[in-house]
């Protein structure tokens, strides 16, 4: 399901803040490729054997980097950070995610994506810590949802991805426990046994009532809300160290996921994972990753903060509309205590404006995917059809054979 982010770019202060396409591709004919398919069945076979022996060669070295012996930096939360503009010496962080708060004199720091010592000042990093509590496993519960009523008029090729990923061991169907979430229940593999979505009930009244306007979708906050209420009653996430969300058109390589998480420290209270940066909120749904005691105390205050948050998007300062499934999380996790940190190589993902090319960044519209057979991402994203999606996952399965060298090299 697409990534439900807020289709507008911010000017002024904060510029640029917001900015993603989440059109969903126009719908073409399927091609069938058996021999692509045969071909990523082998190469995902084998992948899946090797994935929890450790064979895993994706490092980022982002999330690791953060590690401190006793203490990690995170970032705090949106509303208390301060703008582009302002003195952000008492905040120590800013409003745009992925910008830093340096020292340019003893009285005066700014926000800035990047800084030259001398030219901008001192250029000493101010930052926020928290005391490291614990050091989770690799124990991974991944999970996505269907949705057959979508609103729009746009054919969906989620199912045709799901079936074909649990096929292949693929995706979320690659990781040890996972879960395919869905307003119907239907079969994800005819068996035996059969494997079938678990179906969440509108009990609300709220799956149905905002829709996006490029697309006319729903949005999907309320989907979610029942799915993680479901995740919650039957214990799903129990003896598990993360919690990752990922969509059916995310090409997502749980072990590249692995690597990037071995041996990372949380702190009290769990932390999650921005992956977008120059935006308000950097939590995009083509992959979430959150930590096992992060995701405990956001389904705990589930009622609370669907209750308290302006997730129907009518507060007048708010002019995006109502909200998707990752803001919401977000915005939850934030008012709750969760600490938040950046990897921004976690992903690479058409929705997010920073990391297309340059040279795309400002076409009003644009369509880009990921070049998956140099990318050393975890999660690519959107692939929406069949035929590209798979050729793509051929492509990241290549990607070792082809150059020889581990994924931490690639770029070098």
């Known amino acids: 399901m697409p990534t439900d982010c807020v289709p507008v770019e911010i000017t002024g202060d904060d510029a640029p803040l917001f900015e993603a396409d989440c059109d969903q591709q126009k719908p073409s004919r399927r091609k069938r490729g058996g021999g692509l398919l045969f071909a990523a069945a082998a190469l995902l076979l084998l992948g899946a054997f090797a994935m929890y022996a450790g064979l895993g060669r994706h490092i980022m070295p982002d999330l690791n980097s953060l590690q401190q012996k006793d203490d990690i930096v995170v970032r705090p939360p949106y509303e208390h950070c301060s703008k582009v503009s302002e003195n952000c010496i008492g905040t120590k962080c800013c409003k745009v995610s992925g910008h830093k708060c340096f020292l340019q004199n003893a009285g005066y720091a700014s926000c800035q994506a990047e800084c030259l010592p001398g030219k901008d000042g001192w250029c000493t990093e101010l930052v926020n810590t928290r005391a490291v509590q614990s050091s989770p496993g690799l124990r991974l519960f991944c999970f996505s949802f269907y949705t057959k009523n979508t609103g729009s008029t746009k054919k969906s090729y989620e199912l045709d991805l799901f079936r074909t990923q ?12 996972w879960r395919v979430y869905s307003d119907i229940e239907t079969w994800l593999s005819p068996g035996p046994p059969e494997l079938k979505t678990t179906k969440v009930d509108d009990t ?38 993360w919690v990752i969300k990922a969509d059916a058109d995310a090409v997502f390589l749980p072990g590249r996921l692995l690597e990037t998480l071995k041996g990372y420290k949380v702190p009290g209270g ?19 990753v959150v930590s096992h005691d992060a995701f405990d105390a956001f389904l705990f205050n589930l009622e609370h903060c669907k209750a308290t948050l302006d997730w129907k998007g009518l507060k007048p300062s708010w002019k995006y509309g109502a909200w998707g499934e990752d803001l919401f999380m977000q915005k939850c996790m934030d008012i709750h205590g969760v600490a938040k940190v950046y990897n921004f190589t976690l992903t690479e993902d058409g929705a997010c404006k920073s990391d297309l090319p340059k040279s795309l960044q400002k076409v009003k519209g644009v369509k880009w995917q990921p070049d998956c057979l140099h990318s050393s991402a975890v999660s690519m994203h959107p692939f929406k059809k069949p035929n590209e999606y798979f050729a793509c996952l051929a492509n990241t399965q290549r990607t070792w054979e082809w150059t020889g060298k581990p994924w931490q090299h690639l770029h070098e």
Not at 270 to 288: A, I, P, T
């Open 166 to 177: 649990l096929f292949l061991g693929a995706s979320i169907f690659g990781c040890p426990k």
């Open 204 to 241: 609300d009244g709220d799956f149905h009532l905002f829709r996006r306007k490029k697309t006319g979708a729903w949005t999907n906050a309320m989907m979610f809300y029942q799915a993680w209420m479901d995740m919650r009653r039957t214990k799903a996430t129990v003896d598990s160290d």
């Open 270 to 288: 769990g932390v999650y994972v921005e992956n977008c940066k120059k935006v308000m909120y950097g939590f995009f749904g083509n992959l979430e």
